[in-house]
């Protein structure tokens, strides 16, 4: 017997074995906040939006897109749209209305899904529907099928999501996710974090990212209760892992940051942390320096996991998760080996390529880029995803008695020109594209550089025009009229000249050596 492993899978469980559990604590105090609902009624508000699409004459495989922070209306959308046969396109909220309009379009969705706070960003977008998420839907039974519906059967190699990520070109690509890549990131995911019907999880991580790495799917069908917060803030994540007993979250670098921040200031107060030996944390995006990584574990009592992929990969690739060999390490050693990638998750193949590019196989993997399949054939080249990403293997030395230790991934280098800060990927081209704009403007090299908050930050280096005048804070403020604030340069520095081979290309491996002296990697 063989199965279509759709999305719908996780909530048709969760209906059927946790109808009356708590699905969702909404964000309160916010417009259209949904509270605290059930699983039945997830589901029936779920059932109610793939029927509003219906009326519109939104037809299986249409797109939707959405436009929102993260929400209880983002949540029954994963399942509203993408459970019946329609595509969901989860856009950045944070971007400038040109480039959400740009995904609109190129994307072909017939419908924007707005929360009201971005209703004024999204105003003057061409798309055929717009709706603002106000929370208000009847909730119909979720046994009831839709009318002209009963037929329309989801294959688990339909597209489930078009997720826009930034790359190596000014414009972002399209990752199309089907339902068996999404279905099984969920899964293994699940499987290495020890996800079970008694967590309850905070989403302090962007829904709008990689669909919340998958994990909106796997709560789902565990039953878990989850927990809203719509923008990072230490203190908040603090209070609500007291408040609701939080098991697990995740989360870029910089929200570990701003959690020991408010944490430090928690214990200056004489207050007591939550959480300690109860909670996990997923981070991803980059990986931590181990001084975070050891405060984490020893100072809140957390255990830190760390997982790497991308986009393209639903995103699971590795997991690093202490095994139980590990418990004689001291707390620095320890920290130390899980800032590496990690080892490949369940049914994930790795290697490098001869010039150390990270390849990598799995089930997982996307199905292409839409609607560019030179840009597809070139990132699956070879029956491998090619990352982008260099790296190599260490080897740990024998523990507990063991003959050899075990081998774990570790990223080097970035091969494509993509800047990760705070979790968020930054195309160095399209931010020199927007610099180029600037009438002083010659020449301009865009690079990451450490900073301890967003593991990198942007930092623009620029040659002026002759006799062209302009200020580090005039080309900042140039950008930030132009392009989402993350994508923006934190610093420019103005040059004379920028190094360029014979042929005239760009050396940026020149221009970030001085600013990455002394460390072993070139990412943070």
Known sequence: MRLPLTVADFLDRAVQVYPERTALVDEPGVAGSLGRITYAELAGRARCLAEGLQRLGVPRGGRVAIVSPNSGRFLTAFFGVSAYGRVLVPINYRLQPEEIGYIVEHSGAEVLLVDPDQESLTAGLPVRHRIVLDGQAVQPTWAAPLPGEEDAVVEEDDTCSINYTSGTTARPKGVQLTHRNCWLNAVVLGWHTQLSDRDRYLHTLPMFHCNGWGMPYGLTGMGCPQVVQRKVDGEQILQRVEQEGVTL????????????????????????????????????????????????????????????????????????????EWAGLDSAERARRLSRAGTPAVGVRLQLAPDGEVLAQANHVFAGYWRQPEASAEALAGGWFHTGDGGHFEVDGPENGQAAGRTSLVIS????????????????????????????????????????????????????????????????????????????????????????????????????????????????
Not at 283 to 300: C, D, K, M, Y
Request: charge should be neutral.
């Open 413 to 524: 280098d970035r091969k494509k020109d993509v800047i990760i800060t705070g979790g968020e990927n930054v195309s160095s081209i399209e931010v020199e594209d927007c610099l180029y704009q600037h009438p002083a403007v010659a020449e301009a090299a865009v690079i990451g550089v450490p900073d301890e908050r967003w593991g990198e930050t942007v930092k623009a280096l620029v040659v002026l025009k002759e006799g062209a005048t302009a200020t580090p804070e005039d080309l900042i403020a140039h950008c930030r009229d132009r392009l989402a604030h993350f994508k923006c340069p934190t610093s420019v520095e103005l040059r004379e000249s920028l190094p360029r081979t014979a042929t005239g290309k760009l050396q940026k491996f020149k221009l970030r050596a001085e600013y990455w002296a002394g460390r072993d990697r070139l990412v943070n």
């Open 249 to 324: 979250l995740s989360g870029a670098p910089a929200v570990v940051a701003a959690i020991l921040g408010a944490a430090a200031a928690r214990l200056e107060r004489g207050e007591a942390l939550p959480g300690r030996d109860r909670v996990r944390m997923v981070v991803a995006g980059a990986p931590p320096p181990s001084r975070v990584i050891e405060r984490l574990e020893t100072e809140l009592g957390w255990e830190f996991i760390q997982i790497y992929g991308l986009t393209e990969t639903s995103p699971l690739l590795t997991v690093n998760r202490a095994p139980v």
